[in-house]
Structures are given as structure tokens and as C-alpha cells.
């Protein structure tokens, strides 16, 4: 069983206020990738294939996914800020190419907190989806994937039929640690590298960003120093009790 | 003259970083107070893949030059407080590893090297006797050839790793006659017979690297567990001390690095009389000093790294480094805790254990009283 | 001709009210508007969403859409629109509409935007203000092509009134047949609860990894929550240790609120965990760190030690 893993390459959301950021594998997606190495060392999948769209600087995430363990990783070469239809219409061209059984990616990119992708291309192909998963088993002989899904009501659980798009929640698993050792082999695994034409897909973003801006800051507090001041201010000043 | 890395070490360099901030950075006041080894954490940096930076790709480990190692190290120990693992970590790479990787034999090296990369033996050297410390050569532990094996009687004293080892490499002498050059080492393994290492031995600092002393009573050793020629210890053990010296405080030069950001910090935010105290010439003057001391400890470090690997001789840069680096520590430690003031001698503040255990590192892998006489003989005094 | 329908969710069945939210933004759009449900046996519900101003309130009643499978109902969504020539989709933001929206769009061949926060003009064009990195930024977006599909906060809408004549309601016609059949309901984890959901509470006491242990957690966090009527969050670090189920937590991958009085039991205030709470009319932080992140954010802030003070506020509540 082949599985295409995604992931996009985002500024660092754990490097301190004030610190350069620096790009990592999109935290979700790093999930998904742990996710897909397990089902390999499982003997549930024979080859793990990730894939990421961007310039020649995300190589150095690329290097860190195949430091993880993936089997090899392509690359489209694409600069322009594209919306999530046109990844998931990317990936979709690619994923006819590939046809692996299962897509799995990480629920939503941290940078910008679309959560689209996965059910855009899991609509473009025509396949069953499970997003936002914490829990994946395969049923049948690997012909059936069973999820357990975070919805807003608690845990609710699917089987859907392979192929599939599965997108990972937090919980799904806790991603290694990329080793020295892996470092050293990812050294030697080639990174592929194509072109949206090469894939014979023609994409323009139908989204625009025409301005980004702060959000208004809340306007600062007070320290109270007892539970009494507290409860006095949340009666009269407040008025919520 | 180049002090850049190139990418993939600076690729590297950050991988520690990652991986010491994300597993390493675990509690360490009660593992201190109860000398607790953590067997977790070593794993770890096996799996990640500290244990084997310098032993070659073909037994399981990296093969990185003496450089990179290192600078590897010092941002284990940026990111590490557990001063015991890392001293537990230093003793096994330069006092195991080291002699098997330039001692051993073919089947030696896979026997052991595989192992003491991965995490699964423990390794370190018993050299030390009650009555020889400095005076490194003048053993009592005498080893005796009995047909296909060698029965070592005697003892061994502050051996680090001893209560937790798989495999320890012991200097015994097989002809007292010829002095130092009468001396073997031997990889003698936990389960041999005539083997005792439970005795245990409690420490001022570093509490978390298990030390014991280590009895043999008729313990037999397969002649194969000899590494290289019989009267050849004396020798190795000087070859191999080489590199512990120049590397066993690799990482120490990351924590004062640490210890400098933690003062900054503390003296920005510490207000005295309407101001922070950092702006206090006595304090401002003493993490100045601190800067210096870091920074030179880390030139003498990567001086003796790049030394290493232009394969010249090292001893000067090895000694000079060893007395920077433990000078320095203990220096910022003590000035750490003054610059924190009451809160710098409490437990809880973590700079007090800082202190307790740099102090070994005057004693161990030479005083620094023999380094100064290794650098006074190079002199020409 | 309604030009835009407006997904309205059902929990078992039950109207979830936040839902209703995204009305408010179909009316600022301007055009007709239909709303959309999809379930079984939903006559009820049904008629209690006809004032809503609407031009028709359509049911996509069968058994086989019990359950919401994304498939299922973006198939069944995506024929409406086509049904209708809707052109605009709208949904307000949770897990419900972020699994099924973007696979209507992509279905109907459309732009999407997630968490839509308000309705801007510039330069004469609609745009859509959105958080983006955790709410620490907004983005200003405009979309072209024929379609589009949006999910609003509910928290930045307010309920819409119901004050409309009433609208037919008209049963969506489909054949079951065609519906996708690749996934498979199984089951769905079911937790009684007295208190208020946590998306639509007035009050929520939110508790952080601070609270050490899942007693401590239940007594001083569940204890407070009671003694308003208000209902429990939990940030990450909380969740992952045990403390909450995943479903309670607040923040830039849980769930946004916007309640009236937000209390932090233990909470630092990491950026990811500010994003839900941001927009809380008044938010109260405890928190032995003088200077926890959290404090920045705090309308009042009390430096103190949770286990001591929350009894103490728990007791003083009590007394009234």
C-alpha cells in the first residue's frame, strides 16, 4: 500500500515573540507523516511518498520529512501564494499520477488556518474523507480505514473505503524526532522536483489577500489583589454576576 | 582562516537543538536529590544519536569529525541540565568507544561498537586504583595469563558508569616488571565471573552519573577481550585521554552559554531601588566577565576540535582546553549564584546543583593541577 | 431566485443555535437566501426556522442523511446549489461545516474562505475579513469566479432576529441511490452533561495543565463552572494531559467562544490558546505567574494560587 503524505512548510508557531521565524513542516502535517512512517513500520504500507508545493526553500523541510523516514519526496515548483482550491486541484493531478491508497495530511497549515485542503481534494477525486482524525486502523485487508474523527461533540467514529483523504487532528500521534542518523540518509534520498506543467495541470488562485492587518489589541486590565475586590468588580463594574 | 559551519553542519547543529528542547528537558531537582540515572534520556540521545558521533557509519554511527562533535555537544549541554548524563555520555564516548574504535580488533569492534552506538550497553574504563590517581600507571590490579584467559585480581575506584555498566575497560598490569609498559586493558563484560560492581559511591555533583567501585576477585577474562597487545594500556590510555580531555567539557561550554542568558534575564528583570539590577556596574561587570569566559572557553573548545581534525598533535590544545573550560564553569556558577543573590542558593533556582557539579571538573580526567604540568612540560619547563 | 443558501447545523437532530449566525451575514450580502438542512425526520426543526427571513427553508429529509458523512451531504448541498443557481454558500465555522464545506466547494468548482469575521468593501469589492496565524493577523481576502463558499464565526455575528413573515418550506427531491456510499457511520462518543455547551454559554471557566490532576480539575474548575451556570474549556496543555476530553479545548485548533465572562484558572496564555478567547467581553485570569502572558489579555487579573483563591470564589459566589 502506497501512501502520499502532504505538507506545507510555515513559520515556526513555537519560536518566541521577537525571534526570527523559522520554517518548519507545518505541525499537522508533521502528524500525518509520523502517522504514514507507522503504518510502514506496521507493515501496513510499503512506501511512504510526501509531497510539498513551493521555491527551492522548502528543500530544508523537505530534508526534514525524509531525515523522519519517507521514502522519497517530490517537490512542485511553485512560488505564487496560491489558495487552498488551487493546492488541492495541484494535488489532485498528482494524486491521478501517483495513485496511492491513501492521502493523509495534516488538518489545517497553522499560518493560515484554512482547514480546506484535504476535503477539497478528497471532493476533486471523488474519495471518501475522515478529517480531523485522532485514531486510524485498517479494516478488511486494507480495503476499509476505520477513524476516529474530534468533532465539537466529542469523538465520532467512521470507516471509510480506500482510497481515501484522511487529515490528521493533534492527538492522532506525537511525531518523532528527526535523528542524526536520518539526517545522514536523507542526505543521500533525492528530492524530485516538478512543474505544474510537467503535471499538465493549469492553476490560477481564485483567492486574493488585499491586506493583512493586527486585530485590535484589548484594552489593558487591572490586577485585583482578593477574591473579594474580584467578585466586588465583577458585580458593579462589570455586572456579569 | 574560516570559523563558519558549513550547511550540513549547521543542519546538524540545529537537529540538536530540536532534539535536546523537545525530549531533553525534563526535571531535574529530584533525580538530583535521589542520584537517579535516567536510563529514559540516555536512550534517547543513543537514538538520536549523541553516543555515535564519532564512530564510523559502518558500526552504526555517524562518523563526524572531532569539530563537529564537539559543537555538537555543547549544544547538548546548552539544552541539558542533567550534567550527570552528560558526564555519563562523555565518559562512555571518550573512555569505551574512543580505545575500541583505534584499539580494537575487527570482531571486537562488532561485537561492542554497534551496542555502545545504540544505547543498549553502557560503557567506561576503570583506571583509577585507591593508591594511584594522578599517578595513573602505578597499578596494584594485576591480570594473569591462565591458559585462553586472564584472571585480574584487585581493585578499581571512582569508576563513573561502574554500577550501570555493560562493558568496562579495565588497566590491569601483566608484568609489574616493566612498569608502564607492563600494563593491558581488558573489556570486561558485567557478567563475567569474579565481577563485582555494586558498590556504589555518593558524589557532592554530578549525582546523576551512577560511580562505583569495582572488585575483581579472580575474574576471568577471555584472552579475545584483550584490546590490543599485552603492555599496550599505558599507551592507549594516554592516546585516548587526549580526546577526553579536549572534549569531556564540550558540553559544559552550552551551559555557561545557558547560565550567561539566565543572568542577563534575571539581572533585566530584578528590580533594586526603582531599577533593574543589571544596570549595577558590579553585576553588569560580572556578566561581562561571564561573556568572556564563554567565549573563550569555546575558542580554546573549537580550537582543539579543528586541531583534531588536522590530526596534529593535541596535547597542548587538549590540556589548555580542559583548564579553560573547568576553570570558567566554576567561575560562572559562582557568579551566577552571587548574581542572583539569596534566590541563587536555593534548590529551586537550579544554580546551586550548577555549581556542585562543576567542580568536578578539576578533578576528573586529570587535575587541573596535571593539566598545568602537561602545559609547563610542553613549554619546555 | 434565492442566489445564496445558508447551511443551518443539527446536532441529533436539534438546531445548534450558533448556526443560525450565519444568517446575519446572508442578509449583509444583500441577496435572497435560502437555509438548508439536512437529517431525518426534520418537520420540526424545520418549522422553527421559517421567520428567519428566508425565501424557503429547504429539507433534505432521508434516512440515509442521519448521519452527517461528508460525501453525503456535500453531494446533497453541492445539488441544491445547482438546484437553486446558488452562488453563495454559507455556514457558520465548527467541526460540522469545515469537514463538509470545502468539498461542496470543491464540488461546485469554487474559491472557500474559513472563518469569515466581517463583510468589508474596498474599492468597491466585496472582501472578507479573516484571522489568519492564530488570530495574531487578519487578512483583508476577495474571491473571484462565479461562486463562492464561506464559513463565518459565530462569535463575530450576532442572532439574527426571527421576526420575518414566514417562508414555505419545501422538501429537496433527490434519489438516494446516487448519494456516494464509500463511508460508513459507526458510532459516536456520547457524554452526558447538565452544563451548557460550550459554544454557546454565557459563562466558561477554562482550566489549565496548572490544575495538576483530573480531581483538582473537576472540583475547582468544574466546581466554579456550576456555581455560575457556565460551562468548562481546557487548553491543550490541559488536554493532553488527561485533565479534559479533546472536545474541551479552547484555541486556534479547538473551539473559538465569545462569552460574556471568561475565567483562566492556571492558564499562561499561549498565543494558540488567546486565539479562542480574544473575544470574550470580560476576561478574568488566575494565575500564580505574575507574568503569565494571560495577564495581558485579563480584564482582571488575580496573582495567586488557583488551589487557594478558586474555593474562596467558589464560597463567596455561593453566598451570593
Redesign the interface.
Known sequence: MKILVTFKSV?D?YAGAGAAAKSVINP?DEIAIEEALRMRERGEATEVVGVTIGPAQVD?QI?SAL?MGIDRALRIDDSRAL???AL?RILYSLVTKEAPQVVLMG??A???????????????L???????V?KIEFLDDKK?A?CG?????????????LP?VITA???LNEPR?????G??KA?KKPIETLTCEQLGVKVE???????????PR?P?????????E??A??KEE?K?? | MDFAWSD?QK??LA??D??VK??LNYDMIENDRNAVFNHDAWKKCA????Q??PVS?EY?G?GQDPLTTVA?LERLGYGCKDNGLLFSINAHMWTAIIPLIFNGNEAQKKKFLPGLVDGSLIGGNAMSEPNSGSDAFALATTAVKKGAKYILNGSKIFVTNGPIADVLLVFAATDKSKGAQGISAFLVEKEFPGLDLSHKIEKMGIRTSPMGEVFFEDCEVPEENLLGKEGAGSWMFTRSMTWERGSILAAHVGTMQRLLETCIRYANERKQGGQSIGKFQQVATKIVEMKMRVERSRHALYHYGWAMNHRKAVYMEAALAKLEISDSWVKCCEDAIQIHGGYGYMVEYEIERELRDSLGSKLYSGTSEIQRNIVASLLGL | MAKTVVLIEL?RGQLKRPSLNAITLARQLGSDYALLILGHSLNEVASSLVSYGASTVLVADNPALAEP???RY?WVIAEAMRKLSATTLLASS???S??????????VD??????VLALEQ?NGET?FRR???????????????ERRVLTVRATAFPTPAADAAPCPIEPFEFDPASL?N??????????ASDRPDL?EAR?VIGGGRALRDKESFDRLVGGLADS?GGAIGAT?AA??TGLA???YQIG??G?VIAP??YIALGISGA??HLAGI?DS????AINKDPDAPI?????????ADLHQ?VP??IG??KAG
Open positions: 513559520p508557531p499537522f530544508e530534508r531525515a489558495d487552498p482550491y488541492a488538518k489545517q497553522v499560518d493560515d488556518d484554512s482547514n480546506q485542503v484535504g476535503q477539497m481534494l478528497a471532493g476533486l471523488g474519495w471518501p474523507q475522515a478529517t480531523f485522532s476499509r476505520r474523527r474530534e468533532t465539537d461533540s466529542g469523538i465520532e467514529v467512521i470507516a471509510v473505503k481515501a487532528d493533534l492527538r524526532y528527526v535523528s542524526l542518523p539526517l545522514m542526505r488562485p481564485l483567492t486574493t489577500i488585499l491586506s493583512i492587518s493586527s486585530p484589548r489593558s486590565g487591572v490586577r485585583v489583589t482578593s477574591v473579594e474580584l467578585i468588580k465583577l462589570a456579569v454576576l | 550540513q543542519e546538524l537537529a540538536v530540536r532534539f523537545e525530549q537514538g538520536f544519536g549523541i555515535g558521533l557509519e552504526g555517524l555538537a | 446536532d458523512l461528508a460525501d456535500a465548527s467541526t460540522f469545515k469537514d463538509i464545506l470545502p468539498r461542496v466547494a470543491a464540488l469554487a474559491p472557500m474562505v474559513t472563518d474596498e472582501a484571522p489568519v496565524n492564530a488570530g495574531s493577523m487578519l487578512a483583508t481576502v476577495r474571491l473571484s469566479g456516494p464509500d463511508t460508513e457511520f459507526i458510532s459516536r462518543e456520547e457524554r459554544g459563562v455560575l491543550r488536554v493532553d476530553p479533546n472536545d486556534q485548533t473551539k460574556d465572562l498565543i494558540q480574544k467581553r470580560i476576561i478574568v495577564f495581558q489579555v485579563a480584564t482582571y487579573g488575580l496573582v483563591v474562596q470564589l463567596a459566589i
